[in-house]
């Protein structure tokens, strides 16, 4: 069974809808990639999981439990952390502030949280040496390493990332890249969504083509990065 298991997923803004019909499987400790063009729908498949938009119909099966009806904080309590598009970090909180809200709702072991934060040190270095800084004055670079250590505070399950590339310098691009590597070697399971189609296809194991609201491909990433359709519409060859 899948750890994540999506079927004839719609959702819509207002009377705008934004995915048709979308069924998507995420096996657990699986790594999966779901690409596509810019408003393709990408974020919003994100949203609809973590509980952010009431305009959906279909199924979203975490561990075989419905979840699309359940309201947004329920949603971590199960295992799922949701790196959003933007980065989103609490701007006059700290670093470290900003971490150990992170891992809110395991507070009760504080022991544990604090292994938990230095261990998001030891994956970004440089968050440790600005850990007391105001994350508001950070780079966007690292900004984004904050909001992935906040996102791994939790102890998630499932790890949703939307966009994890976007607007970043191409040295910290490749260091959210080996991240993502190292973090799903530990045994972790990814949804990534991504507009940076290369990056996605270089460490997905699986991935879908999102296009205009709806799945048009799907299958193994070496395989989808040799597709002509793919090579043509996302990788300008």
Known sequence: MSLLQIDGLT????????????SLAVPEGGFIAVVGANTAGKSTLLRCIS????????????????????????IPELGIAHVPEGR????????????????????????????DCDGIYALFPRLQERRRQLAGTLSGGEQQMVAFGRALML???????????H????????????????????????????????????????AYVLQSGAMVLSGPSNALLEDSRVRAAYLGL
């Open 167 to 206: 607007g970043l310098a191409p040295k910290i691009v490749e260091e959210m890249h080996q991240a993502m590597v190292d973090i799903h070697r530990s045994g972790l399971t990814i949804l990534l969504v991504e507009q940076n189609t290369r990056l996605a296809l270089s460490v997905a194991e699986h």
């Open 88 to 115: 989103h970090v609490f701007p006059e909180m700290t670093v470290e502030e900003n971490l150990y809200l992170g891992g809110y709702v395991r507070r009760r072991d504080s022991a544990a949280v604090k292994r």
């Open 155 to 165: 102890k998630p399950r499932l790890l949703l990332l939307d966009e994890p590339s």
């Open 11 to 22: 959702a819509s803004y207002d009377r705008s809808p934004v995915l048709h019909d979308v």
């Open 51 to 74: 509980g952010l938009l009431d305009k959906t119909s279909g199924s979203v099966r975490f561990d075989g439990q419905e979840i699309l009806r359940l309201p947004p904080h329920r």
